[in-house]
């Protein structure tokens, strides 16, 4: 009873707002007609969907082919389209060929993609950047493939930065990032699943996977998921992983996101889905675990013991960057004993003319950084290395001689900014560096037993979270069959398993014949 | 919307109680007063017990580009109290801050208060504050330890922590002192078998000490003229069941804790006389311990006989005679020579204490517990009783591992 | 690609049992066993293991009967409706009022090791929240948990031990026989509840793979966990000698002991966090066990709903007693009194009835077609 009022309430208190939006049913109607024969009449529709001449871009040319002696237009955008092309490939065959033929296909020499008829699609596909040929008297329009899209080329990877491996990354082409893909696994089986999310954009996006490898059941969730998106549009591939997360709001997260075409197809390989979106310079994977956000492509590339040093290497650093500024709490306002005498009395004599207590301290000097930080990520590039030593400088220096900040917080708190940069997964690194802020609270609430607490509660967390049915820890808990590359891996002999949580079709990578 | 809402919410909460809780256990480390060391004496007044508290000024010596703080390294306060921990209260009237055990190294009891039979119960409290470590030791000084922690000022270490940690690790390391942690007082206390030795300090030194050979001297007597500071560690307090009982000298500490395997005492070095024609009268040598010893014990009948071989390498580091000890003759001279002098030494020291104090200056006593199939039986047979009549055998087994220079060589480089 | 939840594997399961029974070693219950029979104490959990293993390995027998079903169900089934519930309930309360005082004597060491003016019951809701948030994740989470830190919490054991060793004294567990040998089997009969949680971690057996896991598993656990704290035991027994018995934690007062060198001279607080995060898992699978049962008792399906309020009850029980002298001396070895000899009864009692009424024959025959 009591609930039902509260929802009722909740109802009333959370109203969404109305808007009187104006109809478009008009536009509608005359997208789901086909094209007539009518020249003129077709002239006029698409003149007035594409707002001509309100809209610059849009190029109708109207000529008469020569060999047909019949009216015929093309309509493109100028901006999507290889102009070039369009000028060799259609319009001069079509102007000067003067020996008669029969079909359009025989007078172009540019391979005919389609013909279409619907006035919706024939949109759909110019707006994409297709060259529509639409000619008198007939009832189909002839499409070409003719899109250029302006971008960059492919490039070095910029966030994911690694000493020795491929250093190409994704552009926001998706024929550029497909072909990425493709030359890396030669195989017929590795399949470019063609999907479009949302409605009024109508983005497109790519399921990449081996169907020789892939379990079907994920495969189906996430279409299901795909299809499940109702809105008009996903920008990016970034806004897509959010849809498509299991809790969108949990500070872990659980779709690895990359713009290294190697270490896509090396998941691809284990048996994973890699989504590609046009537009976006990266992809993800998916299920994704711990381990597979917390390794790196390189620990691969180099000899095992190499490989090895830098895992151990960045475990040790996440460990600090999460833990040292709070441990620092616990340890000097709850358990002092534990501090060296040496080092306690340095600190108590440093501490001794500042003003704030070490938690405001330590939370004072974690803002700053972490300012610092996205400072020198948002300036423009040619100041970018001032802003590093002048907050650096002013910072440390300063606020330890001005008695503000003492210096062993300095200390600490560069020591756990530095090692969270070692963790290269974007999301893992801010997953990083927010709990550390709860770890720091937890420790100024109650020392190192709000700490231990907080270790358990978050690890809890952590093997509850799943990533489309696969659980966070996989394989190490729950146990599944494994090459075991979780802290260390192994010599690549030896890894000859595909992740038993994948359920995958073919378990051994490498069969011995 | 609504759970991220309460989860802010929440978080807000938890960041307000973590910054404004100032009760409980938080305390900031520069809030509080580090007692380094603390001084027991007995009081004017009766029941009571004066303490003495060595307090580290963290600002001086640690600050780094600081300049000459004009403040001192430590704040020593002396009060009387009725028992340790109450002593804690008291205090807080005096210092600014609260009194923090935490880096509690050293516990000095002056002898007139250790030699107190109420010793025992006041040094218990110890064990029901929780902050004082066990790894704390217990020094015995022969002065009143108000006076001592005053005397003490030590010229190179001005932060008192640091000098108490080299003082005694290095007396520990050379045995010239005790391992007298709190730990070791009070399970020897509770085994109730054996002498504790607890170690021996002295702030002033005696006015006209007698001359000793080497090591044989107690606090305050080791002569020595310079610029330093008067404090001595050496030698060690002897306690009975708690109490003390004695003094016994440095000598004897350094072979108490060769006998004691739960040391790791590491090399010293020994005086033993010349066996050789010389003017010279003594050898210096290298003793090592590196096996544990082996005791066996016969206890029946009414003298228990108890036979302890104490095996020691032995590096000899002068040569006064020149003499050649490529020859055999010549080494078994030496190793006999080493052989009885320290076998002498220590039945010396054993047979001292077992008159004196009629027990072991060592746990000695677990040795005699394999003896026995249980608890009851060994506690029948009455060790500390029993240990009084005891007939002890010391052997030592010599192995001379380096002979030092060949003689041939020193003759070379002297012409 | 959903997974049937809930099911556990035998790591898990091993390493929820090991941290159960093998966190015993590091609260009081080392100083009870040595006031009993001294230096020889180290011998109690071997014998008891020895002892408690008859009635546990008939009623893992019996249960395994019984494809897929816990230790409640078989029991009201041999039973009987109504004899059955009663067996039950005094299993429930018996094991509410273990982790009651279990749980406060944790409480106690917090507050006099560690946290000398927290309140307790500051201490204590945390403890209990932590626990119902785990518990409510559901047993397989715990075992993830549980097996992520289990290894942590054993290195740092065997790295107390060694530690420790430079300091200890081998001679102490001599004489061997400690009070004497009557007094040592008298002991271990009196110390069986040191394994009753095996006992009831039986509840858990549908939500393993197989029973032949859970029979894997549990004896994996119980001859580590046996060997783990006869090993404790005895590492207290070498360093402390005859304080042992005054000693009421003897493992805080160890690692408060221990130093690594002259700069670092204190460490325990690296071992608390450690020890602390094995007692969250231990209670949180206690406090799982408790809620399975109550709802298997009274028939409520979603018993997960009930966590909290049986946390918030438990947490009110384990707050009543005054000090921590009442719990570790009066309610606790009353507990366990009545929890020992129980438990053992029952599994008889469980293992005659299958016995009496055919249940072995039956599953002979069955297994023979």
Redesign the interface.
Known sequence: MGKSILKTLVKVLNTKPHFNEQSNQERMELKAQDISTNYEQNLENFKQIFSIPKNVDVKVREFTIRALNRHAFIIYLNTMTDIELIQKSILMPLIENEHAAGKIQDIVSFPVEKTITNIGDITENITSGITALIVDGDHQCYVFETSKVQGRSIEKSDNEVIVRGAKEAFNEKLADNMGLIRKKIKNENLIFEHFIVSKRSRNDVMLVYEKDLINHETLHSLKDKLKAIEVDSVLDLSLLEQYLEERPRSLFPTILNTERPDRAVSFIEEGHIVILMSNSPNCLVLPATFWSLFHSPEDHYLRVPYGNFIRILRLVALFISMFSSSFYIAITNYHVGMIPPDLLMAIAGARERVPFPSIIEILMMEIAFELIREAGLRVPSPIGPTIGIVGALILGQAAVQANVISPIVIIVIALSGLSSFIISDTSLNFAIRLSRFLFIFAAGFIGIYGFGALIVLGLFYLTSLKSFGVPYFAPMTPHFFSSKDLIIRHVPMKERFRPGYLKPKDMVKQRKE | MLRIKVVCEILVIFLMISILTGCWDREELEDRAYVIGIGLDRSEHKGKIQVTMLLANPEVGSVQGGGGSPEKPREIISFDANDIIAAKGTVNSIISRIISYDLLKIIVVSEELARDSRFTSIIYDIINDKEIRMNAYLAVSNEKASEYFLKNKPRMETRPHKYYQYMIHHGIENGLIPDSTLFRFFTTLERGSDLFLAMNTAAKREKSPRYKSEDEYTAGQVEASGEFDDTQFIGSAVFKDGVMVGKINGLETVLANVLDDSTNIKDLLVDVPNPFPGRRKQIAVRLMKREKNKVKMDLKGERPQIFITIPLRVVLMTNPSKVDFSEKRNQEIIKKAIKTHTENLYEKLLLHTQKEYKEAPYPLSFYARKYFGTIQEFEKFNWAKKYQNAVIHMKSEIKIIDYGKKQSEIDKGEK | ???KPG?L?I??YAAIAILMVGSKATEDTPAFLYTGS??AAWMVPILSAVVFFVPLFLLIKTISLFQGKNLFSVIQQLLGKYIGFLVCLVIFIISSLGISYDSRTYIDI?K????????HL??YA??MA?CT??AK??I??????S???VFYTLLSGYFIFIISF??S?F??I????????PRIFKESIHRLPLFADFFLLTMLIPYLKSSKEFRKGTWIAYSYVTIHISTAILMFIVL????SG?IGYPFH?LI??I?LG????????IF??IW??GA??RF?AFLYVNALMFGYMFKIKDFEYLIPSLAAIYLMIGIIPESSMDVSHDLKPMVQSAAGPAFAAISLMVWIAALLKGEFKHAKNKSGL
Do not use: C
């Not at chain 3, 402390?240 to 304080?243: G, I, P, V, Y």
């Open positions: 690609m959903k997974q099911k594997g790591r898990e001294q230096n917090i006099a090791f560690y946290f000398n003016s927290t309140p500051v201490l945390i403890l932590i948030y785990g994740k559901g397989q989470h715990i075992g993830s948990v097996y992520l830190i430079q300091d004294n001679q102490a001599l004489p061997i026989w400690g009070s004497g040998i402390f000698d005859r304080s005054a007062t408060r002991y130093s002259n700069y670092i001279p204190n460490v325990e607080i608390f966090v602390i995060m969250f898992i949180t």
